[in-house]
């Protein structure tokens, strides 16, 4: 089927001649992020081997260059698809979603485009997306416009130049991608340098929001190089930007209420103790937020990088210590976030309230008197996310936190929050008590895409058989087959609540029952996408 300018729109099939590929399945052990809510993916090189321990790590693809104009058509008229096709075909037969990068930067294009004049270089431009889009159907996302403050193309003024909006170059190129995208492209904008200046922030999101109001923009990409946070220990001018000013800024893209994504993520650090503090620091930035909804490393081999200390696996196939750090940490749960109190004045048994986090299954609170959490009043761990406090000192400040805990062992803690007691007592009645009977409540959110929470009570026995009960929750389509087992082990008397992620499932109808002992209650749920 030929698209808008006659260039052929099927997909390439790898046959033959490139014996140096692995184009089949490399899932035979589990990544490091499977079945979250975000994905950690990497990028994929040009003219070398796709690495046969790729599925061993990462659950998403990004093409390091085979995607870049230059790459392909480097020659006017003269389309070599080779790598492009091999890695978007390795990505789709091994169900990782695919990100094409890119389709429009000033670096990297064709040299041959300088000399056209500009009717013809608009023509040669929403060609090139036309017969991208079209070629590759099934990718999940697309970098539409790459480095739109640093890495403006010849051809700008020919895409509309600044225009009414100030943008309309980019206004231009994300209208034409979402032509040609097939429908469900998630379309993005990436750039770098963004989160070090809250100036640099504003002006990106003031982009951002000129393509938001016109239903151009799908998500938002920032690279995440090591330079853009701190500079390489052994340069001779080193340097670090404050992680407060970066995770402020960051927060202030994810208020926009599209997904964040950390599309080249590095840390380009020879010695392993180094680069291992830094992941520490700087990874969790982003993967605590639950803004961001997924990390794209820039490479993991050694000799196969943009930045050559930036490799987390050796050579010999050894990992680094940040890589065998991070296999543990990202199947921890992130930090909770805290909801009440947060800075009032509260009777001296407050009630700590905070919400669920991802993968938990038990969270501990401490409250103390001081923010080092050095003089602790409470530790204790449970498994609601609300706590009702026995009476503290009246008219006293108090410090709170809450880390989330798995079988894979605790998260880090949240923020901390204050609040200060008065001299009441109030009635604990007030407050919801034991619960005293089954109980299956409906989802919220209800529509939901892709995330719900469900909540469930077990009774407390009688005073002499106080034993836990054997529950199972599990989500099943309308005819009726099992979909997702969520719960199925003996629980304590209590209230529960269980995130379930329907994103490997379609829309539709779904129906979530409880089971405990004799007791038996269904919920249907809406999953919209």
């Not at 089949?24 to 809510?37: D, F, M, N």
């Not at 082990?489 to 829309?507: H, I, T």
């Amino acid at each position: 089927m030929p698209g808008r300018f006659g260039v052929s729109r099927f997909v390439t099939t790898i046959a033959g001649g490139l014996c140096l590929l692995v184009i089949c399945s490399t899932q035979t052990v589990s990544q490091l992020a499977k079945g979250q809510s975000r994905f950690l993916g990497n990028a994929l090189s040009s003219g070398m081997p796709i690495h046969a321990d790729f599925g061993k790590y990462w659950n998403q693809v990004t093409p390091g260059n085979a995607g870049k104009w230059e790459s392909v058509e480097g020659f006017q008229g003269s389309y070599d698809w080779t790598w492009l096709d091999a890695i978007y075909n390795f990505a789709i037969n091994n169900s990782y979603p695919f990100k094409d990068h890119c389709l429009i930067w000033g670096a990297q294009q064709p040299g041959w485009i300088a000399g056209l004049d500009s009717a013809h270089q608009r023509t040669k431009v929403e060609q090139w997306i036309d017969t991208v889009g079209g070629r590759y159907g099934s990718m999940s996302m697309v970098d539409v416009v790459n480095e739109p403050f640093n890495g403006v193309p010849v051809y700008k003024n020919a895409l509309g130049g600044d225009g009414k909006t100030g943008w309309d170059w980019v206004v231009t190129a994300f209208e034409w991608a979402r032509k040609y995208c097939m429908k469900g492209t998630k379309l993005l904008i990436n750039e770098y340098n963004v989160l070090q200046d809250a100036a640099v922030t504003t002006r990106y999101l003031a982009l951002i929001d000129t393509l938001r109001v016109r239903g151009l923009v799908d998500g938002i990409g920032i690279q995440g190089h090591y330079f853009e946070f701190k500079s390489f220990a052994g340069s001779p001018n080193p340097y670090a930007y404050s992680v407060l000013t970066l995770k402020a800024n960051l927060e202030r893209l994810t208020a926009t209420g599209l997904p964040v994504y950390i599309t080249e993520f590095d840390i380009n650090e020879a010695s392993d103790s180094i680069q291992l503090a830094n992941y520490k620091i700087y990874f969790p930035l982003f993967w605590e937020n639950p803004g961001v909804k997924g990390i794209t490393h820039w490479g993991y081999k050694q000799g196969d990088m943009w930045k050559e200390n930036g490799y987390l696996v050796r050579s010999n196939g050894t990992e680094r210590p940040a890589l065998q750090w991070l296999r543990t940490y990202v199947v921890r749960p992130i930090p909770p976030a805290l909801v009440s109190p947060v800075g009032t004045t509260e009777p001296r048994n407050p009630r700590l309230v905070w919400r669920t986090s991802a993968l938990a299954s038990s969270y501990r609170v401490q409250v103390a008197s001081n923010s080092a959490f050095s003089s602790l009043v409470v530790d204790s761990t449970l498994a609601d996310t609300v706590n009702q406090l026995s009476p503290l000192a009246a008219s006293t400040a108090y410090y709170w936190r809450v880390s989330a805990a798995n079988d894979s062992g605790p998260g880090s803690y949240s923020s901390v929050a204050v609040f200060r007691t008065g001299d009441q007592i109030q009635a604990v009645e007030e407050f919801p008590g034991q619960p005293v009977q089954f109980a299956l409540k409906q989802n919220y959110p209800n529509p939901f895409n892709p995330e719900t929470t469900l909540q469930f009570t077990i009774p407390a026995g009688s005073s002499t058989s106080p034993a836990a009960s054997a529950v199972r929750l599990a989500v099943y389509d309308l005819l009726g087959r099992e979909v997702a087992l969520l719960v199925d082990e003996k629980k304590v008397p209590g209230e529960y609540r269980v995130r379930f992620n329907g994103s490997q499932l379609s829309s539709g109808m779904y129906i979530c029952r409880l089971t405990a002992g004799e007791f038996s209650a269904s919920r249907t749920m809406c999953l919209v996408k």
